[in-house]
């Protein structure tokens, strides 16, 4: 079982962040403002092997720090994307990365000599915006991270809301095209396999017939491509669809878009806005806005939960 302080830390002490995504594990050592002592990162391996990696990630950070400095990290979070259980300390499920049910058990602070907390990356990344980040000043707010894969959080009425295992929200894992492609995690058509950054890269690439290495290069594209405008309004369309059931179910405020794919601004927030506001009816359609923390969410959110304790 995973130590689990809710005390704050003191303003002198270190954390210790990692940030498992499904192609880079990063993380970094970080001081109470923020600033960066160390950091560094590596290729995610497949399946359970990835959790190695992030020990070795770990070990190789505390070693560049001097003595007194390696004294002073008191605590680590490590972020894990999937089924998360917390309270068993078990990793359940990812299907991008093609591990399940892997007991986590103390392997990181039997290595590292610390409390460290075990927590879903999104539920970390998604509660970092909300109380500190671009929805700071919303009591009800659906922050959407979109990288390799597709996963939230809601707060609503000023309470942060978990899953029953304390799961963030699966919003990529929503269905939203029946003849769609299959996914990873075994249906058809979800959110995540028309709208992840990955999915827009696959889709021009099948569109065009030419190598795309990154959603960012269809997004450059938009103002002058048919096909890269084609492949985001599918996008767009697909994640507008998929959240359509959490807005009716709890009515945020603002919708924040968070990881990697928030690189790509007012591009993606504006016409997502759009789509929302066509297709609702009976409640409002909430504000857009890119995370105040972009792709560094998932690094953010792992400081703030080491260093706080607790996601409240």
Known sequence: MNLQPVIGLG????????DVGGTTIKAEITDAAGVVLAAGDVATPHGAAAFESMLELGDALLDKLSAADRARVE???????GVVDTAASIAVFSSNIGWRNVAVGT??????????????DVAA??????????GQDRSSVCVVIIGTGISGTLSVGGRFVRGGIGQ???????????????CPCGNTGCVETVASAAAIARAYARRTGTECLSAAVVFGRLAHDPEARAVIDDAVDALADGLL???????PERIVL???????????????HQALTERLRVVPAPEVVIGSFGARAGLTGAAL???CGVLA
């Open 11 to 18: 303003a002198d002490a270190l954390v210790l962040g990692l």
């Open 75 to 81: 605590r680590a979070a490590v972020l894990l994307p």
């Open 107 to 120: 392997r990181f602070s039997d290595r590292w000599g610390m409390p460290v907390l075990l927590e879903h």
């Open 125 to 134: 990344a998604g509660w970092a915006e909300w109380r500190f980040g671009a």
């Open 168 to 182: 963030a929200g699966e919003y990529g894992h929503i269905a939203v095209r029946k003849d769609g492609l299959l």
């Open 245 to 251: 059931g959490v807005i009716h179910a709890a009515c």
């Open 258 to 272: 968070g990881g990697g794919l928030a690189g790509a601004g007012d591009a993606l927030a504006h016409p997502l």
């Open 305 to 307: 939960f080491a260093r």
